[in-house]
């Protein structure tokens, strides 16, 4: 599964409503992934992100969340035309630093049409990019450079993980129609170190993070209407991902993830193995969205409840995607002991999602 509707900007909204005479390719169970090819761009598809999220201690010895996100859309406009002006794909980016401190999330958003050199999603290769907004793969990991309003990011990831491929091998199930499914993998425990610098100031941080690289031509079911997802790096060395598709009730469509155990053992959570109920709701200020920050989460066997780093860490992206949503840094616990930390996303809560 995962994530983002591409509506907004008058060039996405089109895009919206328009791309449904495109042939876009299936998804379909059984094709194996393949490395390094698919780190990079699969322009043929309706949607694809790369998506980094987490947790960074400072040389000043604070604990912020960080997220970076690049999206690709296949528009369905002007495919025949040779013009390299023709908007064909458009990128979207999302950056957020969470600092409690500051008491609500920062962040920034860029969008441009894919092309003369001043956005670009490499195909064979993970290398991203909008105006000096980055995110590169090489032999030495994934290398972001953000220059935000408000911050800048100069990170690196380093994998410490082999692939957590989601589902069967990468082919990852989002309803009970077989079509209803992306391709999907992620790499949990990655060594984040680096700068991040906050109104000027800058810090050297370390910390883990987790990535996800998810494509697919499917809109989400007509019956959903949005989704409640999270990604954790288990204190263990182990790695968790659960999500639900909501229904228009607020009950569960569909369901799933995996689990990575701390001796390396990958393991599929099947929809029935998947639970979130709610702990405690947060009301935005500025959209007045109602969100369930805090969550009680039944994955196969373990039971962890999910508290925010800040309430405020919601991301208004109407300018660029369309939709407001909650993405935060997020605490795991099982009892008294920090069982872990990741990132919790919760969508559909503002109006449900289209596309």
Do not use: C
Request: aromatic residues 10%; charged residues 25%; neutral net charge.
């Amino acid at each position: 599964m995962r994530r983002r509707g591409f509506l907004a900007s008058p060039l996405a909204l089109l895009a919206a409503q328009t791309s449904a005479a495109v042939a876009y390719p299936a998804v379909r169970p059984g094709l194996a992934l393949e490395f390094p090819r698919d780190h990079g761009s699969h322009p043929n598809f309706r949607t694809e992100w790369w998506y980094i999220t987490g947790w960074a201690k400072g040389s000043d010895g604070i604990e912020r969340g960080l997220q970076i996100t690049f999206f690709r859309s296949r528009t369905g406009i002007g495919e025949d035309n040779p013009s390299r002006f023709a908007p064909t794909q458009l990128l979207f980016a999302h950056a957020a630093l969470a600092d409690a401190s500051n008491g609500h999330l920062l962040h920034d958003q860029r969008a441009a049409r894919a092309g003369l050199g001043l956005a670009e999603a490499a195909i064979g290769q993970t290398d991203v990019h909008i105006d000096d907004w980055s995110l590169k793969l090489s032999d030495a990991g994934y290398v972001v450079s953000v220059a935000a309003r408000d911050f800048r990011f100069a990170l690196r990831f380093q994998p410490r993980q082999p692939l957590l491929l989601q589902g069967e091998r990468g082919y990852s199930r989002k309803g009970p129609e077989s079509r209803q499914a992306s391709y999907y993998y992620s790499r949990p425990q990655l060594a984040i170190d680096g700068s991040v610098s906050v109104k000027g100031r800058a810090l050297e941080v370390t910390g883990k993070a987790w990535l996800d690289h998810e494509w697919s031509s499917e809109a989400l079911a007509g019956a959903a209407s949005g989704w409640d997802w999270v990604g954790l790096n288990l204190a263990d060395g182990g790695a968790l991902m659960a999500f639900r598709i909501r229904d228009r009730s607020g009950g569960t469509f569909w369901a799933g993830g995996a689990l990575r155990a701390a001796d390396g053992g990958d393991h599929v959570l099947e929809p029935g193995e998947i639970r979130f109920d709610p702990l405690r709701r947060w009301r935005s200020p500025r959209t007045q969205v109602e969100y369930p920050v805090a969550l009680r989460l039944r994955a196969g066997d373990a039971t962890y409840e999910l508290e925010p780093l800040m309430d405020d860490q919601e991301l208004d992206s109407r300018a660029s995607t369309g939709t407001i949503y909650w993405e935060g840094a997020v605490r795991a616990r099982e009892g008294n002991r920090l069982a872990g930390e990741g990132y919790l996303e919760l969508t559909g809560y503002w109006k449900p999602l289209r596309f």
